[in-house]
C-alpha cells in the first residue's frame, strides 16, 4: 500500500516556466488537497477536493490550478512559476472530508525552487 | 475565522523526561483535532485523532487530550527517547466542509 505519491520529489524552474506536480493516492480516498509549507507560516492550504471533478480554493490559491478527474489523481499546476512559488508543497488525503474520524495522511513532498 | 496556537516554538529535554506539547484553538465547535509529526524533509505523520465526543485518545507513550470548552489540546509523551525529535502539530477540523486548520508546531529535541 504506497499510500500517497508526491513526484517529483525536488525541482528548480526558471521564472515564467510551468510545471506540474503530481499526486497519487491508493487508498480510496474521496478528499485530497495541496499544502505549501513556509517557514514561519505554517501550512497553508491552496487547493482541496471533495470527489472526482469538485475542485474548491484554500487560503492561497493565486498561480496554481488544479482539476480532479479521477479519484486517484490529484495534479497541481503552476502556470508562470514565480520565485514567490519556492517552497514545499505537500499533497494530503483523507477518507471523506465530513467524517470525524478520518485522518490526513500526507505525502513526502515536492520541494521547488523557482529562480 | 479558527485560529490554531502552539506553545512554544521549540522545546529542549533530556533523554526520559515526560513532557507536554499545547495546542489551543480559538472556536471550540469543532468536529476533530490531529496531532501529527513531522520529520526533517518528510511529509506530515498522523499520530492520533480526537473526535468532538471524546476527551483522550492514547497510542503507546503518547497520550492527546482535548478540552473544548477551554479551546485547548495536549500531547503527552511519556518517557522521552531521542528519536521522539522532531516537529508536531495539531490541526482541527471545524466543520464537515471546512479543511484542517493547522498550527505552526513545536520544535521537539530529545537530547540523549
Known amino acids: 500500500n504506497a499510500g500517497v505519491t508526491q513526484t517529483p520529489k525536488f525541482q528548480v524552474l526558471k521564472t515564467g516556466q510551468s510545471m506540474t506536480l503530481q499526486c497519487a493516492q491508493d487508498?480510496?480516498?474521496?478528499?485530497m488537497s495541496w499544502y505549501r509549507q513556509d517557514p514561519g507560516m505554517g501550512l497553508r492550504l491552496i487547493h482541496y477536493s471533495v470527489g472526482a471533478g469538485i475542485t474548491d480554493q484554500g487560503e492561497v490559491p493565486n498561480g496554481y490550478n488544479v482539476s480532479r478527474s479521477t479519484t486517484e489523481d490529484f495534479p497541481l499546476r503552476l502556470l508562470s512559476a514565480a520565485p514567490s512559488q519556492t517552497s514545499v508543497y505537500f499533497c494530503?488525503?483523507?477518507?471523506?472530508?465530513?467524517?470525524?474520524?478520518?485522518?490526513?495522511?500526507f505525502g513526502n513532498g515536492t520541494r521547488l525552487t523557482v529562480t | 475565522k479558527q485560529e490554531v496556537t502552539q506553545i512554544p516554538a521549540a522545546l529542549s529535554v533530556p533523554e526520559g523526561e515526560n513532557l507536554v506539547l499545547n495546542c489551543s484553538f480559538t472556536?471550540?465547535?469543532?468536529?476533530?483535532l490531529q496531532w501529527f509529526r513531522q520529520d526533517p524533509g518528510k511529509g506530515l505523520t498522523s499520530l492520533l485523532l480526537?473526535?468532538?465526543?471524546?476527551r483522550e485518545q492514547t497510542s503507546g507513550r503518547l497520550n492527546a487530550s482535548l478540552d473544548k470548552s477551554s479551546g485547548r489540546s495536549t500531547l503527552y509523551i511519556a518517557a522521552s527517547q531521542p528519536g521522539d525529535s522532531a516537529t508536531y502539530l495539531c490541526a482541527v477540523h471545524n466543520s464537515g466542509n471546512t479543511p484542517l486548520v493547522f498550527g505552526k508546531g513545536t520544535r521537539l529535541s530529545v537530547i540523549a
Open positions: 480526537i473526535q468532538s465526543s471524546q
Open positions: 487508498m480510496n480516498h474521496e478528499y
Open positions: 494530503a488525503s483523507s477518507l471523506q472530508q465530513g467524517w470525524t474520524d478520518s485522518p490526513l495522511h
Open positions: 472556536d471550540s465547535a469543532i468536529y476533530n
